[in-house]
């Protein structure tokens, strides 16, 4: 039995990788926004270890999850599951004055595997779109560009696995992969997603606990259970460091212990 934590997991496929979860015997903390979602969430899952609350826009919300995640004991994996769409229709600046998608889907990643104590496994929830991602940090936060949400979604995604495959080599002693579900009909894939379902949340749970030795891999990235090519770029030690760095300097919080 695995302790395994999943962010953003009152809904879509982070609700799903711990219903699977739960099913397969493991104990899960599942993660809401707010109280309200974490009654949605209880409802869905009551078997569910513990729920923690907090808005992962902002940086005192994702430090509120971390420190709440953490308070629970220490988890054998976390899903960073949380995410917002590729449909976001304009730039929105949270109250640290970043761009929002870059803050839910990269810097709360970044900021809660910094603070929760380190378990065996980590995941990132990427996405295909990764491959079109741009990641020179040239405007992160999108004050110069002219918006394009699925430009800043393909970033986020390349970043998640740039994370990912940064940690797996700060941290050896931990396996760190990225992955993507598919394309599928949840909240943010919309009801026209072709991808199927059944499989969306098996690879993510897979990686988590699994003890199959092609689970108990590092630095990898994966579409249903398989090892993939992920962006050359998110293998580049530069790209990583200075996408380290940006986090760091954003949230004053280290990656290194
Ligand atoms: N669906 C796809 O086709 C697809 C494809 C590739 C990758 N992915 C990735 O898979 C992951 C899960 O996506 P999904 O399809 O399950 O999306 P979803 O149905 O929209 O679920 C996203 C989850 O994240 C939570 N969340 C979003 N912003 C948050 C915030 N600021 N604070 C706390 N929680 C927040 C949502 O909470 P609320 O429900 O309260 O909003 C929801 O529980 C994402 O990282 C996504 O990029 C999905």
Redesign the pocket.
């Known amino acids: 039995m695995s302790r395994v934590f999943i962010?953003?997991?009152?809904?879509?496929?982070?609700?799903m990788a711990g219903q699977l979860l739960a099913r397969q015997g493991h104990a899960v903390t599942l993660?809401?926004?707010n109280d309200r979602?974490a009654d949605d969430a209880r409802r869905a899952l009551p078997s569910a270890e513990a729920i923690v609350t907090?808005?992962?826009?902002t940086i005192a919300?994702m430090r509120q999850v971390a420190a709440a995640a953490d308070a629970t004991g220490r988890f054998d994996a976390v899903i960073h599951?949380?995410?917002?769409?590729y449909r976001e229709p304009r730039r929105v600046e949270t109250d640290d004055g970043l761009e929002h998608v870059f803050a839910?889907?990269v810097l709360?990643p970044y900021l809660l595997t910094a603070l929760i104590e380190p378990p065996a496994r980590l995941v990132y929830?990427?996405?295909?779109?990764h491959r079109g991602g741009r990641a020179d940090l040239a405007d992160p936060q999108w004050t110069r560009r002219p918006w394009d949400g699925a430009q800043a979604?393909s970033d986020s995604?390349l970043f998640d696995v740039v994370l990912a495959f940064a940690v797996a080599r700060l941290w050896p002693d931990v396996l760190s992969n990225a992955m993507?579900?598919?394309?599928?009909?949840?909240?943010?894939?919309g009801p026209g997603?072709p991808?199927d379902m059944s499989l969306?949340p098996v690879t993510q749970t897979w990686l988590a606990v699994s003890t199959a030795p092609e689970a108990m891999v590092s630095g990898e990235f994966f579409y249903h259970q398989k090892p993939r090519p992920a962006n050359p770029a998110a293998r580049d030690v530069t790209v990583q460091n200075r996408l380290v760095r940006y986090c760091a300097d954003l949230t004053s919080t280290e990656l290194d212990r």
């Open positions: 962010t953003g997991s009152a809904d879509g496929l982070g609700l993660h809401a926004r979602r907090g808005d992962l826009t919300g599951n949380a995410g917002i769409g839910v889907n709360a929830l990427s996405s295909g779109m979604y995604k993507t579900p598919g394309w599928v009909p949840t909240k943010m894939g997603a991808d969306a």
